[in-house]
């Protein structure tokens, strides 16, 4: 198995401009989990889907991100205006239905100019 | 009060020695609980899972769970240069027939030769 597949792995971008992050989870994984890393805040989850519904957003930090997953192997996160503090590191993961350990993509190293 | 808290480090232990990884949780329902690794500029790697009170051996790891305490340890015996990285705790709680997880911001663990 390829493992979890994000793209691109490096996005540098100005202010303003809009950044979509794709992943594609491992198959036959039922659950995709988004997640954003900085020094200062860590890991945090921004948002999870379960059989391809979004389940808890409470993590999104604001209006500017959105998240869709319109099927099982497939889901965008997108930023839009960006701004620089949404530089970080943005990791998706997947999980499958039995167990519920998660695997992570490479990550998305996005820097926000 | 942090849902998962871990101490940020670093914690340097000599090559050979024991490394001893602690982290706390405030969710009494939490039900399963996670260890990763994360090198410096990788993604998280699943190394240990445990679900039930006591102990769980994995060669070099052994993880500890008390759940009457809220306390998760992780223990890597023999610690070699190569056990070098940020050791990420994670809770996972199901809530209204879903999961939830919630990461600490990781122990850094430095391995002196």
């Known amino acids: 198995d390829a493992g979890v597949i994000q793209s691109p792995r490096h996005e540098v971008t100005e202010m303003g401009q809009e950044v979509t992050l794709r992943c594609k989870p491992i198959?036959?994984?039922?659950?995709l989990f988004w997640y954003r890393q900085t020094m200062m805040r860590g890991l945090e989850l921004l948002i999870y889907?379960?059989?391809?519904?979004?389940?808890?957003d409470s993590g999104m930090p604001e209006d500017r991100f959105s998240a869709k997953m319109p099927n099982a192997s497939f889901s965008t996160l997108k930023i839009q205006p960006s701004e620089p503090r949404d530089s970080a590191v943005y990791f998706c993961a997947s999980s499958p239905r039995t167990v519920k350990t998660q695997y992570f993509g490479p990550g998305t190293r996005l820097l926000v100019l | 009060q942090k849902e998962v808290e871990q101490n940020s480090g670093p914690l340097s232990v000599p090559e050979g020695a024991i490394a001893s990884l602690n982290c706390t949780y405030s969710?009494?329902?939490?039900?399963?609980f996670f260890w990763y690794r994360q090198y410096s500029g990788k993604s998280p790697e699943l190394i240990m899972f445990?679900?039930?009170?006591g102990d769980k051996e994995d060669g070099r790891f052994t993880a500890q769970l008390n759940k009457a305490s809220q306390y998760v340890s992780l223990l890597i015996r023999d610690s070699q240069p190569s056990d070098s990285a940020t050791y990420l705790c994670a809770v996972n709680t199901h809530s209204g027939g879903y999961q939830k997880v919630t990461f600490g911001t990781g122990t850094k663990l430095q391995v002196i030769p």
């Open positions: 198959s036959g994984h039922n659950s």
């Open positions: 889907f379960n059989n391809n519904v979004p389940i808890d």
């Open positions: 445990i679900y039930s009170n």
């Open positions: 969710d009494r329902g939490s039900q399963s």
